[in-house]
T-cell receptor, first 116, second 112 residues
Framework: GAVVSQHPSWVICKSGTSVKIECRSLDFQATTMFWYRQFPKQSLMLMAT?????????EQGVEKDKFLINHASLTLSTLTVTSAHPEDSSFYIC????????????FGPGTRLTVT | LAKTTQPISMDSYEGQEVNITCSHN???????ITWYQQFPSQGPRFIIQ???TKVTNEVASLFIPADRKSSTLSLPRVSLSDTAVYYCLVGAGFYNTDKLIFGTGTRLQVFP
């Protein structure tokens, strides 16, 4: 149990377009979901925290108008990269916390975004 | 959130025990210590969490001295499939809604 999926697993888009990445908790309800970005050979960088039904909380330096996060249900959060540029190319990973459960966060498999 | 310091990389051979130490001098009273494993192009996977002394599960052991300023992840008899990056996190807290701040991690390479 406690599986988190992401879709798509990889995406290539042209500069200036927008891309939406989905994060789903498949077999549990996630009260909180987190979005991370990871550049090659680097650590994960937390971008934002999203709670179902409320606005996301962004980390310092992350543009909320560029990285739109929607947590519309207890099993789905989406990250939309608006007006993507090549420097947005990265590995985006989400994680989810299961309500009324332990301290463990469950991570998705990640989405590789390449902006050309 | 307490900062962590880990070795950048470690090498080992199959069948050996690997110990990865993490320093967290500014750990707070309420902080827990959590370790995650990450394979290339995958999301991290929870390994173990502890508060003090020793914690053991089917995958690893976590040793925490009395002052809690450091911790050691012990992987018994590693195999090639244990080649990954290991992250030590402090301050994640007991609640799974707390945000996780990842440090640089330790890149473990296991050789045959």
């Amino acid at each position: 149990g406690a599986v988190v999926s992401q879709h798509p697993s990889w995406v290539i888009c042209k500069s200036g377009t927008s891309v939406k990445i989905e994060c789903r908790s498949l077999d549990f309800q996630a009260t909180t979901m987190f979005w991370y970005r990871q550049f090659p050979k680097q650590s994960l960088m937390l971008m934002a925290t999203s709670n179902e039904g409320s606005k996301a909380t962004y980390e310092q330096g992350v543009e909320k108008d560029k990285f739109l996060i929607n947590h519309a249900s207890l099993t789905l959060s989406t990250l939309t990269v608006t007006s993507a540029h090549p420097e947005d190319s990265s590995f985006y990973i989400c994680s989810a916390s299961r309500a009324q459960s332990s301290y463990e966060q469950y991570f998705g498999p990640g989405t590789r975004l390449t902006v050309t | 959130l307490a900062k962590t310091t880990q070795p950048i990389s470690m090498d080992s051979y199959e069948g050996q025990e690997v110990n990865i130490t993490c320093s967290h001098n500014n750990i707070a009273t309420n902080d827990y210590i959590t370790w995650y494993q990450q394979f290339p192009s995958q999301g991290p996977r929870f390994i173990i969490q502890g508060y003090k002394t020793k914690v053991t599960n089917e995958v690893a052991s976590l040793f925490i001295p009395a002052d809690r300023k450091s911790s050691t992840l012990s992987l018994p008899r590693v195999s090639l499939s244990d080649t990954a990056v290991y992250y030590c996190l402090v301050g994640a807290g007991f609640y799974n809604t707390d945000k996780l701040i990842f440090g640089t991690g330790t890149r473990l390479q296991v050789f045959p």
